[in-house]
């Protein structure tokens, strides 16, 4: 199978904490997308890295990839009470789909 | 910004009937996609469709699920004989190829009964 997973299932942390996201998957990939849901919502964009990449930011987001252990990892730095969502990776692999991972709900606390 | 939208927003329809699910993907993309969320589940792919056919589908996107993209603009999915499993949010979502970042519209609950 390639769908990925990730840990934690949930996080909770205080607003002003770092928050970081785990996500594993199975096979070589095209690229990697994380995407924020907030609930019963729709999939926002967060940032895409490329299977050539390594680290890229996109304001308090940081995504890191590791090929080698064929895993990836967001990073949200001084979270606030907006970030409460869930978050989902999504593998691109050898065709044009994603493939979701199974998503980390972050409980952000005033 | 341009965004992905889709309507609409919920539907609730009988069993055996047949549900149309509109998108209006992002001008310039070339590339769509549905896909599914059963409540409490993962993301699901159902189909991609490229240059006026389906490019790719999933063992979920069986006979009873169409696409079609009947103008320039618009991109839908049928169901033509609803379950009561097919009760969930459909994701439609684009790309405009390189670099590949898809994006999502807002979703249809689809409600069965």
């Known amino acids: 199978s390639q769908q990925g997973e990730e840990d934690p299932q949930a996080l909770s942390i205080q607003e002003g904490e770092n928050a970081t996201m785990n996500c594993s998957y199975k096979?070589?990939?095209?690229?990697l997308q994380w995407y924020r849901q907030n609930s019963g919502r729709g999939l926002v964009h967060l940032i895409l890295?490329?299977?050539?990449?390594r680290e890229k930011h996109s304001g308090r987001l940081r995504v890191t990839l590791d090929t080698s252990k064929k895993s990836s990892s967001l990073l949200i730095t001084a979270s606030r009470a907006a970030d409460t969502a869930s978050y989902f990776c999504?593998?691109?692999?050898?065709?044009?789909?994603?493939?979701f991972g199974t998503g980390t709900r972050l409980q952000v606390f005033p | 910004e341009p965004e992905v939208t889709q309507t609409p927003s919920h539907q609730v329809t009988q069993m055996g009937q047949e549900v149309i699910l509109r998108c209006v993907p992002i001008?310039?993309?070339?590339?769509f996609y549905w896909y599914r969320q059963i409540l409490g589940q993962k993301v699901e792919f159902l189909v991609s469709?490229?240059?006026?056919?389906?490019?790719?589908k999933s063992e979920i996107f069986d006979d009873q699920f169409s696409v079609e993209r009947p103008d320039g603009s618009n991109f839908t999915l049928k169901i033509r004989s609803t379950k009561l499993e097919d009760s969930a949010m459909y994701f439609c979502?684009?790309?405009?190829?390189?670099?590949?970042?898809?994006?999502f519209g807002p979703g249809t609950r689809l409600t069965v009964t």
């Open positions: 979502a684009s790309d405009s190829g390189h670099p590949y970042e898809q994006y």
């Open positions: 469709f490229y240059n006026n056919e389906i490019s790719e």
């Open positions: 890295i490329r299977s050539n990449e």
């Open positions: 001008s310039n993309h070339l590339y």
């Open positions: 096979t070589s990939i095209n690229n």
């Open positions: 999504a593998a691109r692999y050898n065709t044009d789909k994603l493939i």
